[in-house]
């Protein structure tokens, strides 16, 4: 089976089997994920308040999760009377599809990727910029003033930032001349001295400082989480939901979280490959994928272990300030860093 | 067939992503609680204040203004990807082509500064 | 296969159109013109333009599109209001038509050639050596940065002028 995903049937029936085999194992990957984080997040976060966290449900708390997914199963579905009927139910879908769209060109091992599309990066960048479209939705079916406050904001945040991220993400693409995922991780499996990895963080740092900012407030995180700042917009765009529909809206959240770091760990982090770890296995068949996939995961979760960490240390930026950090800061540096890798990697 | 292979996961991601929603809506509707809630539920939440006018009203221009510069650098970066790709084949002078391309952009952006557009205006009162 | 691909996408792509203009809420109608462009994206993909069918969905559904929610959302009370019926549409009904009738007999009467291409062709390898490779490219390609210069400029001293007012 794996055989045939990775070198098999060419053409359509190829794509069917990646596609079905791919969509499966995507969602698995990402609700365990999910489940996981909520859990880790709520426990971390605790810590950092010296406070316990979830310690009832199961050992350490960490069947909290599943115990919400079933309260929120068995919640009552309610549309508020003057909200926008069709807009208000499929904006939760929307908001599913979009996030889950993006992790079909994101390859956790070589080869294991749904689609080796060759245009993965912009492909990735393209359906994640969808999601704001989703949030509008939300936030004006619901006809809510907070709802559409936290909307609004979010929409114009992702889109202030949307630019330094894919701008920044230029300097690589220049660096291995492809798009496509792969090849980017492929691209840093080497090292110097055979010790020290071959990762794009040393080639671009500037752009990484760009990309990590601006990933984390396209995922709407603390200190950039205005669209649903607590304090202020009850739960900003999701105000109005409850039970599934809710509950879609926050697995989006998540995987957003999931995506963001996977994405960071291969443009930045060397993907899957390891220095000295990545040779000894390379050779070893099945092996060498489970230790590929160990690598990448171990990773992402370093990367969202510092994402938990900011939350819990920073506090929210005000708009303005959020607004102008985008725009005047993280856009010409950016802008700068595709200037200064042209001009090196010219000369 | 070239991309057909490319293309049909994401054809499959998306049928996907919209039924496992669908099922899972479903799901909660036959497990989930039947009994008719009170017609107050019904309400939009406002704090526990019965509501007063739509949510539907006039939003500031600043949003808009933001939505325009992105449209603009958007298109930008459609023609850098392009260059990006290709920048290990071709020589030097397309990379001077493409700073003074983006010099012109960074100009705009100067523009876009020194307007005022980049501020949030915040109704007339100044935040500092 | 192709074809059937094909007849389902583009019945997506009028259906969402009709809905375009038929919808009663502004909001709706952006909405369908999301799906829309999205579907069109799509046609670009069976045609195996795979660079085109991405900016297509980068630039139009994720800028223009959330460029017209926030104008609909600039607009001033109309939002709830259902959208009006103009009052005498049979001018330009009859205009549409004859348009219509013209449309459909040079669609009939033309003999057309498949657009697709091997996937080669519209890589982006491929766009981009014919844009920077070429020397004689060169002018315009910098004055496509001209001319989005000049939109940025125009816009901005538009928007501000709406906005004082």
């Not at chain 1, 990646?18 to 999910?34: H, M």
């Not at chain 1, 114009?156 to 792969?182: D, F, H, K």
């Not at chain 2, 057909?4 to 909660?28: C, H, N, Q, T």
């Given at each position: 089976m794996l055989e045939n995903i990775l070198y098999g049937a060419s053409g359509v029936e190829n794509g069917l089997?990646?596609?079905?085999?791919?969509?499966?194992?995507?969602?698995?990957?990402?609700?365990?994920?999910?489940?996981?984080?909520?859990?880790?997040?709520?426990?971390?976060i605790a810590r950092i308040h010296v406070r316990y966290g979830p310690n009832r449900a199961g050992r350490y708390g960490m069947l909290q999760p599943i115990a919400d997914m079933i309260k929120l199963l068995t919640k009552e579905s309610i549309v508020p009377k003057d909200a926008d009927k069709i807009t208000y139910n499929t904006a939760p879908w929307v908001a599913f599809l979009f996030a889950l769209l993006p992790a079909a060109a994101i390859g956790i091992a070589t080869g294991l990727i749904s689609t080796n599309i060759s245009v993965g990066l912009l492909y990735i960048v393209a359906v994640s910029s969808l999601s704001t479209i989703a949030v509008i939705m939300a936030?004006?079916?619901?006809?809510?003033?907070?709802?559409?406050?936290?909307?609004?904001?979010?929409?114009?945040?992702?889109?202030?930032?949307?630019?330094?991220?894919?701008?920044?993400?230029?300097?690589?693409?220049?660096?291995?001349?492809?798009?496509?995922?792969?090849?980017?991780?492929?691209?840093?499996?080497?090292?110097?001295?055979?010790?020290?990895?071959?990762?794009?963080?040393?080639?671009?740092?500037?752009?990484?400082?760009?990309?990590?900012?601006?990933?984390?407030a396209e995922m709407g995180r603390i200190p950039f989480d205005l669209q649903e700042s607590e304090s202020e917009l009850v739960a900003g765009f999701h105000t109005e939901y409850g039970g599934m529909k809710f509950a879609m809206f926050m697995f989006a959240e998540y995987t957003h979280l999931v995506v963001g770091s996977a994405l960071v760990v291969t443009l930045f982090f060397g993907g899957w490959y390891l220095p000295v770890v990545s040779g000894i296995f390379a050779n070893m068949g099945y092996i060498n994928y489970i230790v590929q996939i160990a690598i990448f995961v171990a990773k992402m979760y370093v990367i969202i272990f510092i994402l938990i960490w900011i939350r819990g240390t920073l506090t929210r930026t005000r708009i303005n300030k959020m607004l102008s950090f985008g725009w005047k800061t993280l856009l010409p540096l950016a802008l700068i860093n595709i200037v200064i890798t042209g001009v090196i990697l010219s000369l | 067939m070239g991309?057909?292979?490319?293309?049909?996961?994401?054809?499959?991601?998306?049928?996907?992503?919209?039924?496992?929603?669908?099922?899972?809506?479903?799901?909660?509707s036959l497990i989930g609680r039947q009994k008719k809630p009170e017609p107050d539920k019904y309400l939009t939440y406002e704090c526990g204040v019965i509501p007063t006018g739509s949510a539907w009203m006039q939003h500031n221009v600043e949003y808009y203004m933001y939505a325009l510069l992105f449209v603009v650098f958007d298109v930008e970066t459609v023609f850098l990807y392009p260059w990006a790709v290709v920048f290990k084949k071709i020589g030097i002078f397309a990379t001077i082509d493409v700073i003074?391309?983006?010099?012109?952009?960074?100009?705009?952006?100067?523009?876009?500064?020194?307007?005022?557009?980049?501020?949030?205006?915040?109704?007339?009162?100044?935040?500092? | 296969m192709n074809i059937i691909v094909f007849s389902i996408i583009s019945a997506i792509t009028i259906l969402s159109a009709i809905g375009v203009i038929s919808s009663q809420r502004i909001m709706h109608s952006v909405l369908s013109l999301a799906v829309m462009l999205l579907s069109v994206a799509a046609v670009y993909a069976i045609l195996n333009a795979e660079f085109l069918a991405v900016i297509q969905v980068l630039v139009y559904t994720g800028g223009v599109i959330v460029l017209l929610l926030f104008a609909t959302m600039l607009t001033r009370s109309d939002l709830q209001l259902k959208r009006e019926q103009p009052s005498d549409i049979k001018p330009a009904v009859a205009a549409a038509s004859i348009f219509a009738i013209g449309l459909l007999f040079y669609i009939v009467g033309n003999n057309w050639k498949s657009l697709k291409g091997p996937a080669v062709v519209g890589s982006v390898k491929n766009i981009g050596m014919l844009i920077f490779n070429v020397k004689k490219d060169v002018i315009p390609f910098e004055i496509i940065s001209l001319v989005l210069l000049a939109a940025m400029v125009g816009a901005i001293f538009l928007g501000r002028k709406e906005a004082g007012q």
């Open positions: 089997i990646r596609g079905i085999v791919g969509v499966i194992a995507t969602l698995l990957f990402v609700s365990l994920n999910v489940l996981f984080l909520i859990w880790l997040e709520r426990k971390i936030g004006w079916g619901s006809n809510n003033k907070y709802s559409l406050l936290g909307a609004m904001r979010t929409a114009a945040q992702s889109l202030s930032y949307e630019m330094p991220l894919v701008l920044s993400m230029i300097g690589i693409v220049a660096i291995v001349g492809s798009l496509n995922t792969q090849n980017i991780v492929a691209a840093q499996s080497h090292a110097w001295l055979g010790i020290i990895p071959k990762w794009f963080i040393f080639y671009q740092p500037l752009a990484f400082v760009v990309f990590f900012s601006a990933v984390v | 991309l057909a292979e490319d293309f049909i996961p994401i054809v499959i991601f998306i049928i996907v992503g919209l039924m496992f929603p669908m099922v899972m809506v479903f799901v909660s003074i391309f983006i010099c012109v952009l960074a100009f705009g952006l100067v523009y876009a500064w020194k307007k005022g557009v980049l501020e949030w205006m915040n109704g007339g009162a100044s935040w500092r | -």
